[in-house]
């Protein structure tokens, strides 16, 4: 992707015309909006956000896999939501809660030679890995957001993949017969990308502006304005991951590194090696995520 | 028959007993050669440690056929990063990407 985007309403009229085509995309599930909602309020306390997610036995056991993984690495067994959201804080939970929502909203029965939805998973949890382990050498203070965006940056393939597969089909048809980036191969199929569609489904669930822009710019961070820390570090751990050969995001090839990104982010070419090794440590703790597409 | 960490269990060792997720699910029975999707599900599983059979150590790998999946390894990453060359980053990327790759294929 170019360092310079197409003109912001053009895309967005784009996108609005793609997504019109899609029927029945999943509202923001009432849990995650409930929770959302409660957190807003300073008098919510752990107890009563546990009682919410408690309702969900399959949510609940989630949650607790995740805390009680070497993701957290707490030395004692964590056996309540309540404890964990003591532990942990709401911000914490309700990202666990999200990424387990997204994973349950998206799943469905794979065919053989369908878009590898575990490769697509595994890119993701690396790239969120990624992102922590550029963020920790950067002293990004919220790596816990970084995991996150990385984890959720390329959710628009999984939309495009379940609500519109023949058009699907056919980008990744163009991806395969001239071997090229599948958000090239999408602009010319769709008129917009997964980063756009991602976006706007994360703007429809009302989720962060952080998350939001960083899913829309991640191929170009200069365009995320105020969070463009946050889409430099998912931009580069997106290409490292694809570097480190974890996982597929559906193409073969491996994107430029915005120049004015790097320069930002103030890393240097010596810093590849370490990040490739911290980022190794950073997947095997994550992998508890990869169970929850099965 | 012995005792290892998951984490230290390699490819092509054969499990000497059957391989149960926390559910009681069969993963997969003794007597089957390790692969990194089997050692990948036993870590996502938090299978901490595998029952493993005596002198089933990773086998011997030719070294001609070593060197030759060394050379295809480096060739393909050139393909993934065809066209990059101008950025000295991705220059610097595509190098390092070499030596963790290389570096974790059997010695």
Known sequence: MGETANPHQQVQERVKKLVDRIQGLPTLPVMLNNINQMILNPRTSPKEVAHVISNDPSLTSKVLR?????????????????????????????????????????????????????????????????????????????????????????????????????????????????DCLIAEAETEVLGATHADVGAWLFEKWNLSKGLIETTRCHHNP????????????????????????????????????SESAWKSLGLQHSDFDDLFFQTHAEIEKAMVFLDFIK | MKLVKTEDARIGQRAARDVNDLRGNLLFKAGTELTAELLETCKARTISHLFIEEGGAAPQHNPLELETRKVNLSKELDRLFLGTDKSPTMVALREASKRYLLGKMPK
């Open chain 1, 222 to 257: 200069a365009l995320a304005g105020e969070n463009q820390k946050l889409a430099e570090i998912i931009h580069l751990a997106d290409i490292l991951i694809r570097a480190m050969r974890f996982g597929n995001g559906g193409d073969n090839r491996i994107p430029m590194i």
């Open chain 1, 66 to 178: 995740v805390v009680n993984s070497s993701f957290y690495g707490f030395p004692n067994r964590i056996t309540t939501v309540t404890h964990a959201i003591v532990i942990l804080g709401f911000n914490t939970i309700k990202s666990i809660v999200l990424s387990s929502t997204i994973f349950d909203v998206f799943r469905r029965n794979v065919k053989p030679g369908d878009f590898d939805r575990t490769q697509f998973w595994k890119h993701s949890i690396g790239c969120g890995s990624a992102a922590k382990a550029i963020g920790r050498r950067l002293n990004y203070p919220m790596l816990e957001e970084l995991f996150i965006a990385g984890l959720l940056h390329d959710v628009g393939k999984i939309v495009m993949d379940q609500y519109m597969p023949d058009k699907f089909v056919e980008v990744l048809n163009v991806v395969h017969t001239r």
